[in-house]
């Protein structure tokens, strides 16, 4: 049962640490996404990468956020400093683009992330 | 500006009885819709897509229906039950190469 995993699965953190988050997409998914889901902006896309190239990151702050995929096995989103604004739960999600535009996403459990 | 707009409030039905949640967007012209459920401390799953010059698509219990004069879809669920129970979201293509902006998302709550 192919599936998308995410680690970790929590952090706590306090303000000004450096975070990363990982994510290893199903096998054979060559588009990754990142999103932040949080109660009030509900879930928000911050980038997405196919064939391991960004393709669009304007959701996500420069500044302080960073994704990048090493290989096709992984994907990571680090925050450096963190801030406590940035507690939220972050969901990478991967799908196999066929380029018809009609793919489905597949999302892992997500990484809940609070920063102190 | 650009805007998805589901109900906020929680949806409260009996097990049984038909839920119907709806997604309103502004400003979008999407090419497609999706449909996701999400339970608590999971990721959102699949459920459903249509197309623009799809008016409705059926699967088992649940129906959605797109209305893009309205720019509007419709999401029931018949015969419902606890197990229903869950956040859906609904989900706008809105650019090129994959790109989704979701809903906030209804929660539906089926009691017996």
């Known amino acids: 049962d192919a599936r998308v995993t995410q680690t970790p699965r929590h952090k706590v953190t306090e303000m000004g640490q450096e975070v990363t988050m990982r994510c290893q997409p199903i096998?054979?998914?060559?588009?990754v996404f990142w999103y932040r889901q949080t109660m009030m902006q509900g879930l928000e896309l911050l980038a997405y990468?196919?064939?391991?190239?960004?393709?669009?990151d304007s959701g996500m702050p420069k500044d302080r956020f960073s994704a990048e995929m090493p290989d096709a096995t992984l994907a990571t989103l680090k925050i450096q400093p963190s801030e406590p604004r940035d507690s939220a739960v972050y969901f990478c999600?991967?799908?196999?683009?066929?380029?018809?535009?009609?793919?489905?996403?597949?999302f892992g459990p997500g990484t809940r992330l609070t920063v102190l | 500006s650009q805007k998805i707009e589901q109900n906020s409030e929680a949806l409260n039905i009996q097990e049984g009885k038909t839920a119907t949640l709806t997604c309103n967007y502004t400003n979008y012209s999407p090419a497609y819709l999706q449909w996701y459920r999400q339970d608590p401390g999971r990721g959102p799953v699949f459920l459903l897509l249509?197309?623009?010059?799809?008016k409705e698509k059926r699967k088992e219990r649940l129906k959605v229906t797109f209305d893009t004069t309205l720019k509007q879809s419709l999401f029931h669920i018949t015969a419902s039950q606890p197990a229903d129970s869950a956040t859906y979201l609904c989900?706008?293509?809105?650019?090129?190469?994959?790109?989704?902006?979701f809903g906030t998302g209804t929660r539906l709550q089926v009691t017996l």
């Open positions: 096998l054979g998914h060559n588009t």
């Open positions: 999600a991967s799908e196999r683009a066929s380029g018809i535009g009609t793919d489905t996403q597949y």
């Open positions: 249509i197309r623009e010059n799809e």
């Open positions: 989900a706008l293509e809105t650019g090129t190469a994959s790109k989704l902006t």
């Open positions: 990468f196919r064939n391991r190239a960004p393709l669009d």
